[in-house]
């Protein structure tokens, strides 16, 4: 999508992006000056994935990288048309404008070399030292990631991705609270924070919070502590305290203290 949208201003026909509503296709736009719904995929074979879609009909334009299935268009005058259930879609390949661009302009709208979050804390990263980490114990490995599927589908909980000087992390934030009381290293350590930093992050989870979540992990004053994974009890306990953390959130505010004085 935002290769085509670097691309428009080089293509034969003129376009201009109306919306996209977030349903089936993907886009709205003015071809011409006619109206025109255009899908995205990779490659052109997705869209089959469409072919059975309420409104197919409003499709009139599938735009990929790569037409993979030129066995099933048909080219005419340079154009490419795919056949859905008696439904013609016109395909852009956008491989073959990319190249015919480099080749008559010289343009080059694909920068080749390393990803620019090369080293910067995200899911691919996280899992990857993870999974170094923990080679020689896989179940562990597996906790964490039924864990993160879990937060992941949640409404209550996002996922946030760090790096602190040797370990990737992943914070688990409560989203109406706003702040991250469950964490994860890349060395497979999980930790709870009762109450944040009081320069940075001066929150602190109220009493009613504390109280459950202390007697679940047998915490009685600690601040940050780590939480053992070694069992599928240790898991259970885990998921247990994602739950009071999501119930209480419904119900409790997060307390929210003055900064320190410098």
């Avoid at 919306?19 to 995205?40: H, K, M, S, W």
């Avoid at 562990?140 to 990737?168: C, E, H, M, N, P």
Wanted: glycine share 8%; with cysteine; proline share 6%.
């Amino acid at each position: 999508m935002i290769l085509f949208g670097l691309l428009i201003p080089y293509l034969r026909d003129n376009f201009v992006i109306d919306q996209y509503p977030g349903t089936f296709p993907d886009c709205i736009a003015l071809r011409n000056g006619q109206r025109v719904g255009i899908e995205f995929e990779v490659e052109a074979s997705g869209f089959y994935d469409h072919e059975d879609e309420e409104n197919l009909s409003e499709c009139n334009l599938l735009v990929c990288w790569r037409n993979d299935i030129p066995h099933k268009t048909t080219s005419r005058d340079g154009v490419e048309t795919l056949n859905v259930k008696g439904h013609i879609v016109e395909i852009l390949a956008l491989d073959k404008v990319v190249a015919a661009l480099q080749k008559e302009r010289s343009l080059s709208f694909i920068l080749r070399g390393p990803r620019p979050d090369i080293g910067e804390g995200n899911e691919e990263s996280f899992f990857e030292q993870l999974k170094n980490q923990l080679k020689n114990n896989e179940k562990k490995y597996d906790w964490i990631k039924q864990l993160y599927d879990t937060v992941r589908r949640s409404d209550k909980f996002s996922v946030a991705w760090g790096r602190g000087k040797r370990w990737f992390t992943m914070r688990i934030f409560v989203k109406r609270w706003g702040v991250d009381p469950i964490g994860v290293q890349g060395d497979g350590t999980v930790f709870i924070v009762y109450a944040g930093n009081p320069v940075l992050a001066p929150w602190e989870l109220p009493e009613e919070v504390q109280k459950p979540l202390r007697e679940l992990f047998g915490h009685p004053k600690q601040k940050w502590p780590t939480l053992p994974l070694n069992t599928q009890a240790d898991f259970d306990r885990i998921m247990t305290g994602l739950q009071i953390l999501a119930d209480s959130s419904e119900r409790c505010d997060i307390i929210w203290r003055e900064r320190p004085l410098a």
